[in-house]
């Protein structure tokens, strides 16, 4: 049973473990494991099954985790214990939504620099004023 993308809106921090990662840049599958409540089976078998996860390896073979991939495995259980999603449906989701994070809403693509003749002109006078601090 997939569930449709178009289910209530999940907030990433609904977890509720986001915050409470440790400050480190990398992470053992042992560490990952302990972190996230799941088997190591569990963590090797969503990398086949998800794309985006990827973790790199180690010289000696270990994979090795970054925070960005414990975000994700995070948002993955989420998805297939909390709300019941099936790998397919979970999967299709993250596809859904990694695609518009990725670019910006219709209406607002030509707002970013709608008129570009006056921020070519505000970062001019900037920069103008950087060179007299540095006089």
Same mark, same amino acid.
């Not at 975000?71 to 596809?95: D, M, N, S, V």
């Given at each position: 049973?997939?569930?449709?993308?178009?289910?209530?809106?999940?907030?990433?921090?609904?977890?509720?473990?986001?915050?409470?990662?440790?400050?480190?840049?990398?992470?053992?599958?042992? $560490?990952? #494991? +302990?972190?996230?409540?799941? &088997? @190591?089976?569990?963590?090797?078998?969503?990398?086949?099954?998800? /794309?985006?996860?990827?973790?790199?390896?180690?010289?000696?073979?270990?994979?090795?985790?970054?925070?960005?991939?414990?975000?994700?495995?995070?948002?993955?259980?989420?998805?297939?214990?909390?709300?019941?999603?099936?790998?397919?449906?979970?999967?299709?989701?993250?596809? $859904?939504? #990694? +695609?518009?994070?990725?670019? &910006? @809403?219709?209406?607002?693509?030509?707002?970013?620099?709608?008129? /570009?003749?006056?921020?070519?002109?505000?970062?001019?006078?900037?920069?103008?004023?950087?060179?007299?601090?540095?006089?």
């Amino acid at each position: 049973m997939s569930k449709s993308a178009s289910a209530a809106p999940l907030n990433p921090g609904d977890s509720g473990r986001t915050s409470a990662l440790p400050g480190k840049l990398y992470f053992r599958i042992g $560490e990952a #494991s +302990r972190i996230l409540g799941l &088997p @190591p089976h569990v963590l090797r078998y969503w990398e086949t099954e998800f /794309p985006s996860l990827s973790p790199k390896k180690s010289p000696g073979g270990q994979r090795m985790y970054r925070r960005k991939d414990l975000e994700l495995l995070l948002l993955i259980k989420h998805l297939l214990y909390e709300r019941k999603f099936t790998i397919a449906g979970a999967r299709q989701w993250l596809a $859904e939504h #990694s +695609r518009q994070r990725r670019s &910006p @809403p219709a209406g607002e693509q030509g707002r970013l620099f709608a008129d /570009p003749m006056a921020v070519l002109e505000q970062v001019r006078r900037e920069l103008a004023e950087l060179v007299e601090m540095l006089k």
